[in-house]
């Protein structure tokens, strides 16, 4: 199934005369790596590039990522950190289509066989005396860590301690923990180009840290040869080239009572456009969650899962095929599912920087090939798919949550997240500083779930009835019918995130006022450390004479439209108001199709089209729909 790293080791030998005390600590971070470089003889442009793609040299404030790796060297400690997999953001029906429901999905367990590659702390804590507790949270012995591993495995590779970074690729490779050649080499590939590059950032503690750019480094190719790093891609496999990528199939079969698992056959892009691709985390760990995907019985599917540590890339199912992903049938049929390997609050803060890489490479491939404009109306995560009735709005998932990093991962596609229009326009992008932007959130700490949760970087703002931070939060009565928004980090209900549009309902000081489903939702947003940027754009009203219009979850056709032998699917309205004089920003037209799926076999599925014209609007976390007569189309500048 996987590809091992064709690397042949010696045994690991600890490093001789090495102590944890230190006659004075590093004054800050970019003093930490010279430190550690210097006393583990490895080039600090290496230790600062590897450190950059594990975490982009952030501290966490000690909070293990998603695959329990700690500080800025992403130290992991997995057998300290691992707990069953859950699903406590909600109990959707992944298929999302009420003619035939699934029932909720099984908890994952825990993995008892736990590699290497997630016990890296063990090994750190032998070379360098230092503690665990110091480890995750000691950004300077934390680096230490880091660069007593990296020595160890040059070492190990019968290299010397070279002032050559090029020399280092083996050990850069090897830091990776991939046992797949191409995961290996794309995690060295991105640290050498960071170093040729050079890179410069403040931190989420405010401590600035460089890398001045290396030219040359000549030795890498040498070892593209020694250690085998020349990886062939899988026929197949749809991915770049730049990233790796294997073919793990999800299971397809019949199984008894006519009944068949666990994604549908499907010939996208000619039966239908693919419009979305959906951003999920697993709630879990790598490799448990792909067992789930080879299990049919298991009632949920997904087309690529994408690994923490490293970014390397399994994919399930063909992207013309659909799988069971985002708990609404229309989506699920025009989209493509990502699953990331983490946890939305529990076990993880932050995400790899690796993962962040690999993952927005696929996502623009994905988005060239099928047409899929690259903004947050269509690159969704799974928390901004609107439920498909009322009766399954309560249930839709969380994930990715408010720790996923929406600017940094446009940045990434080359699409990145900017400002259009001055500063009284008509409609706004949320746009906090993700580093500095740490809002209140209880619910990170499953044992303690009342708690508040750490300061934590995050990418949403907080929405509240008037202008002011003590003013309760904004409703929505589809999430708690009759009661309040919650401050969880399970609950969007009063939350508005990074990329989204909003048009502008009102200002007053330092806030704004934003339409949010069917009411004046207010956010801080000072002009000095502005949450959002103009984003002039087109918006959508009533048509003048209607007190209000209907909003919808999925955009099916009208009943004349289906043929004989397909149920109609009824076109219900979700519990929301969209009333005259509320505007909503437009993300463009939505097709009118229902793909009628309900057998093995692909001769027998159907795509129904309607006449009837719906938009796509940003009406509060999720996206909605509504019918393009019953409203009037303007631009707001």
Same mark, same amino acid.
């Not at 994408?306 to 994919?315: E, F, L, W």
């Given at each position: 199934?996987?590809?091992?790293?064709?690397?042949?080791?010696?045994?690991?030998?600890?490093?001789?005369?090495?102590?944890?005390?230190?006659?004075?600590?590093?004054?800050?971070?970019?003093?930490?790596?010279?430190?550690?470089?210097?006393?583990?003889?490895?080039?600090?442009?290496?230790?600062?590039?590897?450190?950059?793609?594990?975490?982009?040299?952030?501290?966490?404030?000690?909070?293990?990522?998603?695959?329990?790796?700690?500080?800025?060297?992403?130290?992991?400690? $997995?057998?300290?950190?691992?707990?069953?997999?859950?699903?406590?953001?909600?109990?959707?029906?992944?298929?999302?289509?009420?003619?035939?429901?699934?029932?909720?999905?099984?908890?994952?367990?825990?993995?008892?066989?736990?590699?290497?590659?997630?016990?890296?702390?063990?090994?750190?804590?032998?070379?360098?005396?230092?503690?665990?507790?110091?480890?995750?949270?000691?950004?300077?012995?934390?680096?230490?860590?880091?660069?007593?591993?990296?020595?160890?495995?040059?070492?190990?590779?019968?290299?010397?301690?070279?002032?050559?970074?090029?020399?280092?690729?083996?050990? *850069?490779?090897?830091?990776?923990?991939?046992?797949?050649?191409?995961?290996? %080499?794309?995690?060295?590939?991105?640290?050498?180009?960071?170093?040729?590059?050079?890179?410069?950032?403040?931190?989420?503690?405010?401590?600035?840290?460089?890398?001045?750019?290396?030219?040359?480094?000549?030795?890498?190719?040498?070892?593209?040869?020694?250690?085998?790093?020349?990886?062939?891609?899988?026929?197949?496999?749809?991915?770049?080239?730049?990233?790796?990528?294997?073919?793990?199939?999800? $299971?397809?079969?019949?199984?008894?009572?006519?009944?068949?698992?666990?994604?549908?056959?499907?010939?996208?892009?000619?039966?239908?456009?693919?419009?979305?691709?959906?951003?999920?985390?697993?709630?879990?760990?790598?490799?448990?969650?792909?067992?789930?995907?080879?299990?049919?019985?298991?009632?949920?599917?997904?087309?690529?899962?994408?690994?923490?540590?490293?970014?390397?890339?399994?994919?399930?199912?063909?992207? %013309?095929?659909?799988?069971?992903?985002?708990?609404?049938?229309?989506?699920?049929?025009?989209?493509?599912?990502?699953?990331?390997?983490?946890?939305?609050?529990?076990?993880?803060?932050?995400?790899?920087?690796?993962?962040?890489?690999?993952?927005?490479?696929?996502?623009?491939?994905?988005?060239?090939?099928?047409?899929?404009?690259?903004?947050?109306?269509?690159?969704?995560?799974?928390?901004?798919?609107?439920?498909?009735?009322?009766?399954?709005?309560?249930?839709?998932?969380?994930?990715?949550?408010?720790?996923?990093?929406?600017?940094?991962?446009?940045?990434?596609?080359?699409?990145?997240?900017?400002?259009?229009?001055?500063?009284? $326009?008509?409609?706004?992008?949320?746009?906090?500083?993700?580093?500095?932007?740490?809002?209140?959130?209880?619910?990170?700490?499953?044992?303690?779930?009342?708690?508040?949760?750490?300061?934590?970087?995050?990418?949403?703002?907080?929405?509240?009835?008037?202008?002011?931070?003590? $003013?309760?939060? *904004? %409703?929505?009565?589809?999430?708690?019918?009759?009661?309040?928004?919650?401050?969880?980090?399970?609950?969007?209900?009063?939350?508005?995130?990074?990329?989204?549009?909003?048009?502008?309902?009102?200002?007053?000081?330092?806030?704004?006022?934003?339409?949010?489903?069917?009411?004046?939702?207010?956010?801080?947003?000072?002009?000095?450390?502005?949450?959002?940027?103009?984003?002039?754009?087109?918006?959508?009203?009533?048509?003048?004479?209607?007190?209000?219009?209907?909003?919808?979850?999925?955009?099916?056709?009208?009943?004349?439209?289906?043929?004989?032998?397909?149920?109609?699917?009824?076109?219900?309205?979700?519990?929301?108001?969209?009333?005259?004089?509320?505007?909503?920003?437009?993300?463009?037209?939505?097709?009118?199709?229902?793909?009628?799926?309900?057998?093995?076999?692909?001769?027998?599925?159907?795509?129904?089209?309607? %006449?009837?014209?719906?938009?796509?609007?940003?009406?509060?976390?999720?996206?909605?729909?509504?019918?393009?007569?019953?409203?009037?189309?303007?631009?707001?500048?």
């Amino acid at each position: 199934m996987r590809r091992l790293l064709a690397i042949s080791l010696v045994a690991l030998l600890p490093l001789s005369n090495v102590s944890a005390a230190h006659a004075q600590e590093p004054a800050d971070r970019q003093q930490a790596f010279a430190a550690a470089a210097e006393e583990f003889q490895v080039p600090a442009s290496v230790l600062l590039g590897v450190s950059y793609l594990e975490s982009r040299w952030d501290a966490h404030a000690g909070r293990p990522s998603s695959d329990a790796g700690f500080g800025p060297m992403h130290l992991t400690d $997995a057998a300290a950190f691992t707990s069953a997999n859950h699903h406590s953001e909600g109990e959707e029906d992944a298929r999302g289509d009420d003619g035939r429901p699934l029932p909720p999905p099984a908890e994952q367990p825990a993995p008892t066989d736990i590699p290497a590659s997630l016990r890296t702390m063990e090994r750190a804590a032998a070379l360098t005396g230092e503690s665990h507790e110091r480890l995750r949270t000691d950004d300077a012995a934390n680096i230490r860590g880091g660069a007593a591993l990296l020595a160890d495995y040059q070492k190990a590779l019968g290299a010397p301690l070279s002032d050559d970074p090029g020399e280092w690729y083996g050990a *850069v490779a090897r830091y990776s923990g991939a046992e797949e050649a191409g995961a290996a %080499k794309f995690f060295a590939d991105e640290v050498f180009a960071t170093i040729k590059e050079g890179a410069e950032r403040t931190t989420d503690d405010g401590e600035r840290v460089a890398l001045p750019a290396v030219p040359g480094l000549e030795k890498i190719e040498k070892w593209l040869e020694k250690l085998g790093l020349r990886p062939t891609r899988p026929d197949g496999v749809e991915c770049p080239a730049s990233i790796s990528c294997e073919w793990i199939p999800a $299971a397809y079969q019949e199984l008894p009572d006519n009944d068949y698992g666990h994604y549908d056959l499907a010939n996208r892009p000619f039966s239908q456009k693919v419009d979305y691709i959906i951003i999920h985390d697993m709630e879990g760990y790598f490799l448990p969650s792909i067992r789930l995907n080879q299990d049919p019985n298991y009632g949920a599917s997904w087309h690529y899962s994408i690994r923490s540590s490293d970014g390397h890339i399994a994919q399930h199912i063909k992207t %013309k095929d659909v799988g069971w992903q985002a708990g609404n049938w229309y989506v699920n049929a025009k989209s493509i599912g990502l699953e990331h390997e983490g946890f939305l609050a529990e076990g993880s803060a932050w995400y790899t920087e690796a993962m962040y890489r690999s993952s927005a490479r696929l996502v623009r491939y994905l988005a060239l090939k099928h047409g899929v404009p690259l903004d947050r109306a269509h690159i969704l995560g799974h928390d901004n798919v609107p439920g498909t009735l009322p009766t399954t709005v309560r249930g839709m998932h969380e994930d990715p949550g408010p720790f996923w990093d929406w600017a940094h991962y446009f940045q990434l596609m080359g699409a990145p997240l900017h400002q259009f229009g001055g500063p009284r $326009a008509g409609s706004v992008m949320i746009k906090p500083d993700f580093a500095t932007n740490k809002p209140y959130f209880y619910g990170c700490d499953r044992k303690n779930p009342s708690a508040a949760c750490p300061p934590l970087p995050a990418g949403t703002v907080w929405l509240r009835t008037e202008p002011r931070p003590d $003013a309760p939060l *904004v %409703k929505d009565i589809g999430k708690h019918p009759t009661g309040d928004s919650l401050y969880s980090v399970y609950d969007h209900s009063a939350r508005a995130g990074t990329g989204q549009r909003f048009a502008v309902a009102d200002r007053q000081g330092d806030w704004t006022a934003i339409w949010y489903l069917g009411q004046k939702a207010w956010f801080h947003n000072p002009a000095d450390a502005p949450t959002a940027v103009p984003s002039m754009g087109l918006v959508v009203t009533p048509k003048p004479g209607k007190a209000t219009v209907p909003v919808y979850g999925r955009a099916y056709p009208e009943q004349e439209a289906y043929p004989e032998g397909i149920p109609y699917q009824a076109v219900t309205p979700l519990q929301y108001t969209f009333s005259a004089g509320e505007k909503y920003t437009l993300a463009g037209p939505a097709a009118t199709e229902y793909y009628r799926a309900v057998t093995f076999n692909l001769e027998d599925h159907k795509v129904v089209r309607g %006449k009837t014209r719906y938009l796509e609007i940003q009406f509060g976390h999720r996206v909605m729909f509504v019918k393009a007569d019953d409203v009037q189309v303007t631009f707001s500048g």
